[in-house]
Nanobody
Framework: QLQLVESGGGLVQPGGSLRLSCAAS????????IGWFRQAPGKEREGVSCITSRGGVTTYADSVKGRFTISRDNAKNTVYLQMSSLKPEDTAVYYC????????????????????WGQGTQVTVSS
């Protein structure tokens, strides 16, 4: 079964940190770009960060730039999202997704271009 599984979400105070993981099973991530998306209640799902298949290119939404870091370990078939200086507005369900099309590029967050999606992990930033 081909799937992505996110983990690492939870409740954290403003200013705190979390590290999300996205592990693939049933397929290798070597030829996939990975995107992290999030969806807050009542809002559209938005792209947060992207990393190309070898990790050579990373991109971030303006709202998280300087606070979030995306990385990957292809040997572990896992992608990470390190989140620091968290704000209440970061509260959302976070999803990872794998894209085989143009896996060497990160040029936007077009949801229909992604082949596989995880089930999401809740991140709540609150005091």
């Amino acid at each position: 079964q081909l799937q992505l599984v996110e983990s690492g979400g939870g409740l954290v105070q403003p200013g705190g940190s979390l590290r999300l993981s996205c592990a693939a099973s049933g397929f290798t991530l070597d030829y996939y770009a990975i995107g992290w998306f999030r969806q807050a209640p009542g809002k559209e799902r938005e792209g947060v960060s992207c990393i190309t298949s070898r990790g050579g290119v990373t991109t971030y939404a303006d709202s998280v730039k300087g606070r979030f870091t995306i990385s990957r370990d292809n040997a572990k078939n896992t992608v990470y999202l390190q989140m620091s200086s968290l704000k209440p507005e970061d509260t959302a369900v976070y999803y990872c997704a794998a894209r085989s099309k143009n896996y060497y590029a990160c040029s936007g967050y077009v949801r229909y271009e992604y082949d596989y999606w995880g089930q999401g992990t809740q991140v709540t930033v609150s005091s």
